[in-house]
């Protein structure tokens, strides 16, 4: 990519990676909780207080704004264009909340029972992963039902999707 993303405050800031040149600025109006790229790098999320915002990477143009009855956090993208699925995922307290990323529709808001420290969808759009400080939780990305639960004594402190979106580690 050309194109490096950071985040500070209440602004995302666009550099050119080969120059160090900012290219653009995004503004917010309350402090930002994350911000990324999709897997096309076509567009970018970010959490902002109770918002959620879809720009998109080129002409940098808000797409799509997201409200939520409480602040968001750790948001991250469900896609896999192949299959049609276009989703947004943020955090907020103990749920992990999941939008239509074309429409802003809210989809489904998943109870993992503590707070949620990460969420991720898989490779294959399929899947949704929150973990908390001692559970990993897995879910149906279109019913919400989930899949399977791992307990561990010890805190959690990453997890990741396999590539091919079939294992998590």
Same mark, same amino acid.
């Given at each position: %990519?050309?194109?490096?993303?950071?985040?500070? &405050?209440?602004?995302?800031?666009?550099?050119?990676?080969?120059?160090?040149?900012?290219?653009?600025?995004? @503004? $917010? @109006?309350?402090?930002?909780?994350?911000?990324?790229?999709?897997?096309?790098?076509? #567009?970018?999320?970010?959490? =902002?207080?109770?918002?959620?915002?879809?720009?998109? /990477?080129? =002409?940098?143009?808000?797409?799509?704004?997201?409200?939520?009855?409480?602040?968001?956090?750790?948001?991250?993208?469900?896609?896999?264009?192949? #299959? %049609?699925?276009?989703?947004?995922?943020?955090?907020?307290?103990?749920?992990?909340?999941?939008?239509?990323?074309?429409?802003?529709?809210?989809?489904?808001?998943? @109870?993992? %029972?503590?707070?949620?420290? #990460?969420?991720? &969808?898989?490779?294959?759009?399929?899947?949704?992963?929150?973990?908390?400080? $001692?559970?990993? #939780?897995?879910?149906? /990305?279109?019913? &919400?039902?989930?899949?399977?639960?791992?307990?561990?004594? @010890?805190?959690?402190?990453?997890?990741?999707?396999?590539?091919? &979106?079939?294992?998590?580690?």
């Amino acid at each position: %990519g050309t194109l490096v993303m950071t985040a500070s &405050g209440s602004q995302v800031q666009l550099w050119n990676a080969f120059s160090g040149t900012l290219i653009n600025t995004l @503004d $917010h @109006d309350a402090p930002l909780t994350s911000a990324s790229f999709n897997p096309a790098s076509t #567009r970018i999320l970010t959490t =902002s207080g109770s918002s959620l915002y879809i720009w998109n /990477a080129s =002409s940098y143009q808000q797409e799509l704004a997201a409200e939520y009855s409480g602040p968001l956090d750790h948001g991250a993208w469900l896609e896999n264009l192949s #299959r %049609g699925v276009r989703k947004v995922l943020a955090t907020s307290g103990s749920t992990a909340v999941v939008w239509n990323a074309v429409n802003g529709d809210l989809l489904l808001e998943l @109870d993992h %029972g503590a707070p949620v420290e #990460r969420v991720s &969808g898989s490779p294959l759009g399929t899947r949704i992963l929150t973990h908390g400080e $001692h559970v990993v #939780r897995v879910w149906n /990305a279109t019913n &919400g039902g989930e899949v399977m639960a791992v307990e561990l004594e @010890d805190p959690i402190s990453n997890t990741a999707w396999e590539s091919s &979106g079939g294992a998590v580690l």
